[in-house]
T-cell receptor, first 117, second 115 residues
Framework: AQKITQTQPGMFVQEKEAVTLDCTYD???????LFWYKQPSSGEMIFLIY??????QNATEGRYSLNFQKARKSANLVISASQLGDSAMYFC??????????????FGSGTRLSIRP | NAGVMQNPRHLVRRRGQEARLRCSPM?????VYWYRQLPEEGLKFMVY????????ESGMPKERFSAEFPKEGPSILRIQQVVRGDSAAYFC?????????????FGPGTRLTVL
């Protein structure tokens, strides 16, 4: 069965520092997709970054990068040069299959990131 | 291009009443997903629908909950005889489907409070 594990319930980071949010996953499928979403206090879910299981390069989107280590089944999110606006809940998620029509998304329990000025 | 729309944004019901949550997917999207988020938890999948079809309802409670996505109009998540434990944020997401790497676009959510 699919499972997403986020072991950091909360993190505090100084502004402008880089931060790594941990995520490990479990699946028996060879084809899957990994996502990170941000949920600010206003409650909406904001898509940040996507990594396909067959992608050889780590995904990057601006200040976000995904450190994908397939053998270890980890998909950590790295935020460079953190900003106050990065304070939010961050969810790691996984979908089995290459297309969104294949399966639902399974979410981890989240990490609450707080950026100190 | 409007995003996923959900209404109402906030809904208050008394125990025993019915709750109807609506979701209009993004233009061109024919796949709709409903998720529930209890306080301080991650989102949990409930149901996946395409037009007029339920594809996967493995996350739906067996009783009181139903969902539809008619040929015309929004997708509806219906909760009958609500109880306090139904209080949560309900998110709808949509996707075009069959596109490599396409993410599900989430709506702003409906926050249901059961008194």
């Amino acid at each position: 069965a699919q499972k997403i594990t986020q072991t950091q319930p909360g993190m505090f980071v100084q502004e402008k520092e880089a931060v790594t949010l941990d995520c490990t996953y479990d699946t028996s499928d060879q084809s899957y997709g990994l996502f990170w979403y941000k949920q600010p206090s206003s409650g909406e879910m904001i898509f940040l970054i996507y990594q396909g299981s067959y992608d050889e390069q780590n995904a990057t989107e601006g200040r976000y990068s995904l450190n994908f280590q397939k053998a270890r089944k980890s998909a950590n999110l790295v935020i460079s040069a953190s900003q106050l606006g990065d304070s939010a809940m961050y969810f790691c998620a996984m979908r089995e299959g290459r297309y969104s029509s294949a399966s639902k998304i399974i979410f981890g329990s989240g990490t609450r990131l707080s950026i100190r000025p | 291009n409007a995003g996923v729309m959900q209404n109402p944004r906030h809904l208050v019901r008394r125990r025993g009443q019915e709750a109807r949550l609506r979701c209009s997917p993004m233009k061109g999207h024919s796949h709709v997903y409903w998720y529930r988020q209890l306080p301080e938890e991650g989102l949990k999948f409930m149901v996946y629908l395409q037009k007029e079809n339920i594809i996967d309802e493995s996350g739906m409670p067996k009783e009181r909950f139903s969902a539809e996505f008619p040929k015309e109009g929004p997708s509806i998540l219906r909760i009958q005889q609500v109880v306090r434990g139904d209080s949560a944020a309900y998110f709808c997401a949509s996707s075009p489907g069959h596109v490599e790497g396409d993410e599900q676009f989430f709506g702003p959510g409906t926050r249901l409070t059961v008194l």
